[in-house]
C-alpha cells in the first residue's frame, strides 16, 4: 500500500471537501502496490457508479504483458448490471451539473481540485506509482511513463485556480436598440461518455474527463480494461483531492456491454479515442452526437534542405518506435527526399532501431496486434515491386511476451512511391499497424506532386511533420494536406506532449481536440446565446399592422 503525503483541504459550503491538519496529511488513497502485482498477488479493479465503489459477478483476468502470468482482476459490467450506470446519467440535466447560471461556485470547486492533483503528481513518490503501474500494464521505457504523468501533471497545473471559470468565458454583442444585448455563452451538454485506449492509460482519459468536468458535465468513464487500473488509481486520487464522488461514474465492460449503456442512457456527447472502424459505428449508433481523435496513419516528409542528419535520424527513432509504436501519432510512413538518400540518414536509423530492446522496454509488447499479422503484412509489403526490409521485420527472441500480443523488432520496410500511389498497393501501404512498424519511400526533386497525390488519398488527418527549414517548401506542403496537428521546421516531429498545444485531427468535422482551452471548449461544451432585452419602449408606442 502506497502512502503518499498530500494537500491540505480546505472546507468550502457545499462542496466536498474535506478539512485536516497539514501536519497530519500522510493519506493513503492507493489501493495497490505497483510493484507487487503479480499472479500470487493480483490486483482488483472495480467500477464506480452513483457515488459509490462497487464490484460485480463477473471478473476478467488480465495477464502481465511481459510473462503471461494473470495479475489483474478487473470487475466488468455484462449487460444485466448496467442498469445503476443508465440511471446514475439520466438523473443529470441536459444544462449540466453546473453552467454560468447555475452552482458557479463549482468552477472554483475544480480549479482546486486541479491545485491539489497537480501537487500530488508533482511529488516524486506519487509520480513514480503511477509511472510504474503506467509500465506495468502498457509497457514502454521508464522516461516514456514518466512522461506521461508529466504532461497530466502540467495539464493540471494549467487549470488551476480560476482558469476553470475562464473556460466559460463569455461574450456580449450590442442591440438594436435601448436595454437589448445579446450574449454568447459555453453551455455544458449534461450527461456524456468518455471512451479511451490503451495506449496513454493516464494522459488521455485524465485530460479528457477534466475537460468534461470542468464545463459541468457529468461523464461515465470507460477505460480498457487491460490499462484500466491506472485510472481507478487515479479516480482515487481525485476523491481525495476534492472531486464529489457523484461526479463521474468509472465502469469496466466489454464493447458490447458499453455500446447497450450509450444506446439506452442516451448520453449528449460521447468522447471516443480509438479505432477508426469503432468511431463510424459509433457515430451511425449514436446519430452524430459523437467527438472522436481516431486512427492516426501519421506522415514526415523530409524537405531538399539537408542538416544535422543525425538529429533528424533520432527523431525519425523516436516518433517510430518509442512505445513502440502504439502512438497515434507514431511515425507510419517517411517520405525522403532524394538529396537525403546520400547521406547516413537510414544506416543511422537502423543503427538507433538496433539499440532498443526488452530489458529497458524501449521495445516491448505490441498488445493490439500480434506477431504473426505483423510479419503477414510485412510479406504482402514485399510482393510490391522494388519494396525491401531495410531494417528489422524478425520477431524479438528470448522473452516470454504471450502470444495473444505482438513483439517484433523496429521494422521500416521502403516501397517506392510510383508503387505507393497505385490502387492495387495503396490501401495495403496505409494500413495502420499499431506498432513498431513503418513504410519508407523516396521523392525526386520533381516528385513533390506525388508525396501530394499520397497525402490527398489518406483518410486520417491526425499528426504530420515536415522537416525543413526553407518556408516556401514548407507552405507547399502544409498548404496542401489538411492534418491537424501539424510539426514543420529542421525539428518537427510527428509525436509530441499535448498539454502544451492542440493536439488532434482536422478535416471532420466530428474531430476532437485534447490539451488546451479551445480542445475542452470545443469538445465539452457548446455555445448558448442569451438575449436580453429590457426595453423600454418607445414613448407613444402603439401596436403596428400585421406583417
Known amino acids: 500500500m502506497h502512502k503518499f503525503v498530500g494537500l491540505t483541504i480546505r472546507a468550502r459550503a457545499a462542496q466536498r471537501l474535506t478539512s485536516f491538519n497539514h501536519s497530519r496529511s500522510l493519506h493513503s488513497f492507493a489501493t495497490v502496490e505497483a510493484e507487487e502485482i503479480s499472479a500470487s498477488q493480483p490486483a482488483e479493479v472495480n467500477n464506480l457508479v452513483q457515488g459509490k465503489w462497487t464490484g460485480s459477478s463477473s471478473w476478467n483476468t488480465i495477464l502481465d504483458p511481459l510473462n503471461g502470468e494473470p495479475f489483474i482482476k478487473v470487475a466488468e459490467v455484462d449487460e444485466s448490471g448496467i442498469q445503476p450506470f443508465v440511471e446514475s446519467l439520466s438523473k443529470c440535466p441536459k444544462h449540466g451539473l453546473h453552467n454560468p447560471f447555475k452552482s458557479p461556485e463549482r468552477y472554483l470547486l475544480y480549479g482546486d481540485i486541479s491545485v491539489k492533483a497537480a501537487h500530488m503528481l508533482s511529488q516524486p513518490k506519487v509520480a513514480n506509482f503511477f509511472t510504474r503501474l503506467v509500465q506495468r500494464v502498457s509497457p514502454k521505457s521508464y522516461h516514456q511513463a514518466l512522461t506521461e504523468v508529466t504532461v497530466t ?101 466489454d464493447g458490447k456491454t458499453m455500446n447497450k449503456i450509450l444506446m439506452e442512457a442516451n448520453p449528449r456527447m460521447t468522447l471516443f479515442t480509438g479505432s477508426s472502424r469503432v468511431a463510424e459505428k459509433l457515430a451511425v449508433d449514436l446519430k452524430g452526437r459523437v467527438k472522436l481523435e481516431d486512427a492516426g496513419f501519421d506522415w514526415k516528409v523530409l524537405g531538399p534542405d539537408v542538416n544535422e542528419v543525425d538529429y533528424v535520424a533520432w527523431v525519425c527513432d523516436q516518433d517510430a518506435y518509442a512505445c513502440s509504436g502504439q502512438k497515434c501519432s507514431a511515425q507510419s510512413l517517411l517520405f525522403m527526399h532524394e538529396n537525403w538518400s546520400g547521406t547516413s540518414l537510414l544506416s543511422k536509423m537502423k543503427d538507433l532501431a538496433e539499440r532498443r530492446k526488452l530489458e529497458d522496454l524501449t521495445i516491448g509488447p505490441v498488445l493490439t496486434v500480434t506477431t504473426e499479422t505483423m510479419v503477414e503484412h510485412m510479406n504482402k509489403l514485399l510482393e510490391i515491386p522494388g519494396s525491401k526490409v531495410l531494417f528489422g521485420g524478425k520477431p524479438l527472441e528470448n522473452h516470454s511476451i504471450p502470444s495473444i500480443y505482438g513483439a517484433i523488432k523496429p521494422t521500416a520496410i521502403f516501397v517506392p512511391i510510383e508503387e505507393i500511389l497505385k490502387e492495387k498497393n495503396y490501401e495495403v501501404v496505409t494500413r495502420e499497424i499499431f506498432g513498431p512498424f513503418q513504410i519508407v519511400t523516396e521523392y525526386k526533386k520533381d516528385q513533390l506532386p506525388l508525396v501530394l497525390e499520397a497525402l490527398e488519398k489518406m483518410h486520417a488527418h491526425l499528426t504530420a511533420a515536415v522537416v525543413s527549414n526553407d518556408p516556401i517548401f514548407l507552405q507547399e506542403v502544409i498548404g496542401n494536406t489538411v492534418n491537424g496537428t501539424t510539426y514543420g521546421g529542421l525539428r518537427a516531429r510527428t509525436t509530441g506532449a499535448p498539454q502544451n498545444h492542440w493536439f488532434g485531427p482536422a478535416g471532420d468535422p466530428r474531430g476532437a481536440g485534447i490539451g488546451t482551452p479551445e480542445a475542452i471548449k470545443l469538445v465539452w461544451s457548446c455555445h448558448r446565446e442569451i438575449i436580453y432585452d429590457f426595453g423600454p419602449l418607445p414613448k407613444n408606442w402603439e401596436v403596428p399592422p400585421s406583417t
Not at 454583442?173 to 471512451?195: C, D, E, K, M, T
Not at 461523464?219 to 480494461?225: H, N, Q
Open 153 to 253: 501533471q502540467k495539464f493540471l497545473e494549467n487549470f488551476c485556480g480560476d482558469q476553470v471559470r475562464f473556460l466559460a468565458r463569455s461574450f456580449s454583442v450590442p442591440g438594436n436598440h435601448l436595454g437589448q444585448q445579446s450574449h454568447g455563452f459555453r453551455w455544458p451538454y449534461g450527461p456524456v461518455a468518455i471512451i479511451t485506449p490503451f495506449n496513454f492509460p493516464l494522459e488521455i482519459p485524465v485530460l479528457q474527463l477534466m475537460g468534461a468536468l470542468y464545463m459541468g458535465n457529468k461523464p461515465i468513464l470507460k477505460v480498457d480494461s487491460k490499462v484500466s487500473i491506472v485510472m481507478e488509481q487515479m479516480m482515487r486520487l481525485l476523491h481525495y483531492c476534492g472531486l464529489p464522488m457523484e461526479d463521474v461514474d468509472f465502469i469496466n465492460s
